[in-house]
C-alpha cells in the first residue's frame, strides 16, 4: 500500500464545484462505470484510526465519508440549509421543543441487516458516550438524548435541551449512522456508506471497494484508494508522476505553480465551504484583559496585504466573524480597515504601549506560518514585540491543555453555522474560547436560534454578532479556500467542505 502500490489505475480525474441548485457541477457527460479512483491526503501516520469520531485530518474526514451514511450535510441552497441523507425528513415541533426525524426506508448496512429508528438513537449518542474529538459532540450539546422516543421502526422523538430552530443543520454537521451497538471500528465493522473497506494501514492508506446496497446510489467507481501522504511535495510529486490521480490542500502557493504548468486541474472551494484562520487572545492573560487591547491587535492586521502575500488565488477577506457564507452571517457589518494610528493610540489608553507576547502557532493549514510570521510583523508596526513559537506540523494541539492556556495563538475551524457553531465553541464553559464568557452574548445567540422567524433570527444574530466584532478576542483576518488538485478526466467529485466520491466517474 506504498505510493504507487495499492489497486492500481491509469485513469486520471476532475472534480466539480456545486451549483446553485446544490447538484454537483461538471463538464461533459458522466464517464463510464467501474475503474478505481487513487487519492491523497494529509493524515497522522500509524495513529490513523478508522473511528469516526476521532480522526481529526482531513484524510480522516474524506474517509468518512466514503464509509459511513450520514444523516444530511449543510447546503446553504437548499430549505432549512442541508440537503438530507440518511434522513428521510426532519421536522421541528410548532414551539422548536422536539424534533420528528425519518430514516429513509431500507438502508442496509454492509452486513445485510436494515437500519432502523434504534440504530439512529444510538448513533446520535454514540460521540457522548464513545471517545469522541469535541466537535463530534454537536447533538449532545443541543438535544436531550436521554429523552429521545423510539416512535416506530424508521422514526425517532429528539427533545431539544431549549427551542432551537436550527436543529435540522446541527443534525447534518458531522453525524453518520451506525449500527447499534458499535464500539470498534474495524475493517469489517458494519457501515452503510458508499465504500466498504476492503483494506486499512494506518499511515498507508485504505482501500475501498463500491457498496452495491448504498442507499444513495451504488457509485460508478468500482473502488477507491485513500492514501495518506502528509508532506504537500510528496502528495504533488505523487501526482504529477501519476502515482494517484487527486491530491487535497495543495495550498496557495502550490496553486500558483500549479496552475501556471497547466498539466493537472485545480478546484477550490468557494463559501461557506472555507476555512476561518484565526489568532485567538487569552482573557485569563493579563495582556489582554483590557478590550482597548483586543481592539488595537484587530486594528493592527493588514488583512489584505496578508491575502494578497499568503493566500494568493486562495482565501477570501475575514472580518473577526466566523461562519462567512452562512445565512445568520452578519454581512452587514463594515469590513475592519487596517489603522495604526488608532491602534497606537488604543495600547496607550490601555497603558499597553510596550506590551510582549508570544504568538503559539503552526502548519496546521497551508499559509498558517506564513500569515503568523505577517501577525509579528503587523505587530510591531504599532509597537509590540512578538516572539514566534512555530510548532512542527501536526503538533499545535498535541497538547491541548497547554495550547488553550496560550496568551496568543493561531487556530483554525472548518465552516460551521453561525448560530450552532457558537453554541458549541463559545458559550461559557466551552474548552474553545481562550477565556471568553459573555452571558449577555450567549443569551443574544440562544433568543436567535429560538425563534421561527427567519428574519427575527437574523436581526437578533447579527446584534449578537456585532457585540463580537466590537469587544471579543478572535481575530480572523482571512478564510483560506481549500485548494485540491487532479489529473484530467472523472466527473463528480464534490466538496462540502472535504471531497466526496460517491458520484465520481472515470472517463
Same mark, same amino acid.
Given at each position: ?18 451549483? *446553485? ?11 463510464? *462505470? ?22 481529526? $485530518? ?48 431500507? =438502508? ?7 437500519? $432502523? ?34 416512535? &416506530? ?6 427533545? $431539544? ?32 456508506? *458508499? @465504500? ?14 463500491? @457498496? ?34 487527486? =491530491? ?36 485569563? &492573560? ?78 496546521? =493549514? ?22 514566534? &513559537? ?62 421561527? &422567524? ?22 480572523? *483576518? ?9 489529473? $484530467? ?19
Amino acid at each position: 500500500m506504498q505510493a504507487g502500490g495499492l489497486i492500481a489505475s491509469g485513469f486520471g480525474l476532475e472534480a466539480c464545484s456545486r451549483g *446553485p441548485s446544490g447538484e454537483p457541477q461538471s463538464s461533459g457527460s458522466p464517464g463510464k *462505470p467501474g475503474g478505481t479512483l487513487r487519492a491523497a491526503f494529509v493524515g497522522v501516520g500509524s495513529a490513523e484510526t478508522l473511528d469516526p469520531f476521532m480522526g481529526p $485530518t482531513p484524510l480522516d474526514s474524506v474517509r468518512i465519508r466514503a464509509i459511513h451514511g450520514l444523516l444530511g450535510v449543510l447546503d446553504p441552497t437548499q430549505p432549512d440549509g442541508v440537503r438530507l441523507g440518511a434522513l428521510e425528513s426532519v421536522k421541528p415541533s410548532q414551539d422548536l421543543s422536539t424534533y420528528t426525524l425519518r430514516l429513509r426506508s431500507g =438502508i442496509t448496512f454492509t452486513d445485510g441487516s436494515k437500519a $432502523t429508528a434504534q440504530d439512529l438513537v444510538y448513533s446520535l449518542n454514540a460521540p457522548m458516550k464513545l471517545p469522541a474529538l469535541p466537535y463530534m459532540k454537536i447533538v449532545g450539546a443541543n438535544f436531550d438524548l436521554e429523552k429521545a422516543r423510539v416512535v &416506530d421502526d424508521l422514526t425517532v422523538e429528539l427533545p $431539544t435541551l431549549r427551542p432551537i430552530a436550527d436543529g435540522a443543520m446541527v443534525l447534518c454537521q458531522n453525524t453518520v449512522l451506525i449500527k447499534d451497538g458499535t464500539a470498534a471500528f474495524e475493517a469489517g465493522t458494519p457501515t452503510c456508506g *458508499p @465504500f466498504k473497506v476492503a483494506e486499512f494501514v494506518p499511515g498507508q492508506g485504505t482501500a475501498l471497494k463500491r @457498496f452495491d446496497e448504498y442507499f444513495g446510489g451504488a457509485p460508478l467507481l468500482e473502488g477507491l484508494e485513500l492514501r495518506s501522504i502528509p508532506a504537500l511535495d510528496a502528495r504533488v510529486s505523487a501526482l504529477t508522476s501519476g502515482q494517484v490521480d487527486y =491530491i487535497g490542500d495543495v495550498g496557495p502557493v502550490k496553486y500558483r505553480t500549479l496552475a501556471a504548468e497547466g498539466k493537472v486541474t485545480l478546484s477550490k472551494a468557494e463559501p461557506p465551504f472555507v476555512t476561518a484562520l484565526s489568532f485567538n487572545m487569552n482573557l485569563k &492573560d493579563p495582556a489582554f484583559a483590557d478590550v482597548r487591547v483586543r481592539q488595537a491587535f484587530k486594528l493592527a492586521v493588514d488583512r489584505q496585504n496578508m491575502l494578497d502575500t499568503v493566500f494568493s488565488g486562495g482565501g477570501v477577506l475575514g472580518n473577526d466573524l466566523s461562519s462567512l457564507g452562512f445565512p445568520d452571517y452578519a454581512d452587514g457589518i463594515p469590513q475592519r480597515q487596517r489603522d495604526v494610528a488608532r491602534a497606537k493610540e488604543l495600547l496607550e489608553q490601555a497603558g499597553a504601549k510596550d506590551l510582549k507576547v508570544t504568538l503559539v502557532t503552526g502548519s496546521e =493549514i497551508q499559509g498558517m506560518a506564513e500569515a503568523s510570521t505577517m501577525m509579528v510583523e503587523n505587530l510591531k508596526d504599532i509597537g509590540v514585540t512578538v516572539t514566534l &513559537d512555530a510548532k512542527p506540523q501536526g503538533q499545535l494541539y498535541a497538547d491541548i491543555a497547554t495550547y488553550m492556556s496560550s496568551a496568543f495563538a493561531a487556530n483554525y475551524a472548518p465552516p460551521t453555522p453561525t448560530l450552532s457553531g457558537y453554541t458549541t465553541t463559545r458559550v461559557a464553559g466551552s474548552p474553545s474560547t481562550f477565556g471568553f464568557d459573555r452571558p449577555d452574548i450567549d443569551e443574544d445567540i440562544f433568543q436567535a436560534r429560538g425563534s421561527a &422567524d427567519a428574519g427575527q433570527r437574523k436581526e437578533k444574530a447579527a446584534a449578537a454578532q456585532q457585540k463580537m466584532w466590537d469587544e471579543d478576542n478572535v481575530i480572523i *483576518p482571512v478564510f483560506v479556500a481549500t485548494i485540491d488538485a487532479h489529473a $484530467t478526466g472523472v466527473k463528480g467529485v464534490v466538496s462540502e467542505p472535504w471531497p466526496t466520491f460517491d458520484k465520481a466517474s472515470l472517463s
